[in-house]
């Protein structure tokens, strides 16, 4: 069993990495499943999962559904390869259990604070998000407003900045566009809408906890439908960054 400072996908992706440099395996070679991986680590297939894709990205496996992971080349010996140790980039699931913790809070605050005017623009908003959906483009520009309008709607600086730091995580990582290659089908983000009205209803409310609970339900269908959508051959798939929803422990 791992101990947890070595829990990171950060910190597997490179252990993956030093056994490619070390030949444990060759080019040509299939990679353990993610669950033996998870078992032998110690960590969960969400850990091994970002691994995996931190991996992909340097080219170093092939990722074949229904088939297995593929080694496709060894790491390189060099300055540059070195550099490659200190890897900020945020993995997909780590960045979706962050905005749950953080967003459900923004919300619930927005819903004390929400005007009439601040009801009105998430509306026109959700109205874009609908438009662009039907026209059939992949833009999450109006998807990135609405969240970002609602830590405004609070009028605390630090959270509408700590929003669009988020944003900025999830529009920059090359872990989450890896993640995207493998979804091909788009039509699933029509289910945020239904998501996103449930939000603006509480908020129109001023129902702070029905507000808070909308929002962390958001985040938790995103996950499970991207969980659902990357790995559809494997229904045991062990995705689950809470084992409890803590928006609901003690109610």
């Known amino acids: ?11 597997i992706g490179l252990l993956l990495k030093a056994r490619l440099e070390q030949g444990t395996y060759a080019i040509g070679d299939k990679l353990p499943t993610e669950r033996e991986l998870a078992e032998e680590l110690g960590v969960s297939r969400t850990v091994i999962r970002e691994a995996l894709i931190m991996l992909e990205l340097e080219n170093l496996i092939d990722i074949r559904k229904g088939s297995g ?7 390189l010996h060099s300055a540059a390869n070195d550099e490659k140790k200190d890897f900020v980039d945020i993995g997909p ?3 979706l259990q962050a905005r749950q913790l953080l967003e459900s809070s923004i919300a619930e605050f927005a819903a004390i604070q929400a005007t009439k005017k601040d009801v009105e623009k998430l509306k026109n908003i959700l109205n874009r998000e609908k438009e662009t959906l039907a026209d059939g483009k992949e833009d999450y520009v109006a998807d990135e407003d609405f969240h970002c309008m609602i ?3 609070t009028q605390n600086e630090v959270l509408i900045r700590m929003q669009r730091e988020l944003w900025l995580y999830r529009n920059n990582s090359d872990m989450w566009k890896g993640l995207h290659q493998h979804i091909p089908d788009q039509s699933y983000r029509f289910l945020w809408l239904q998501d996103h009205e449930n939000i603006i209803s509480a ?9 808070r609970k909308a929002m962390w339900q958001h985040l938790e269908n995103v996950k499970e439908k991207l969980f659902e959508l990357s790995d559809v051959n494997d229904p045991d798939f062990d995705g689950y960054l809470f084992s409890i929803n803590p928006i609901t422990v003690g109610i």
């Open 69 to 75: 992971v593929y080694v496709i080349n060894l790491p």
């Open 1 to 11: 069993m791992m101990n947890d400072e070595l829990r990171s996908y950060k910190k």
């Open 93 to 95: 699931f780590e960045l």
């Open 151 to 153: 830590a405004e709607i």
């Open 203 to 211: 908020i129109q409310r001023k129902d702070p906890a029905s507000a």
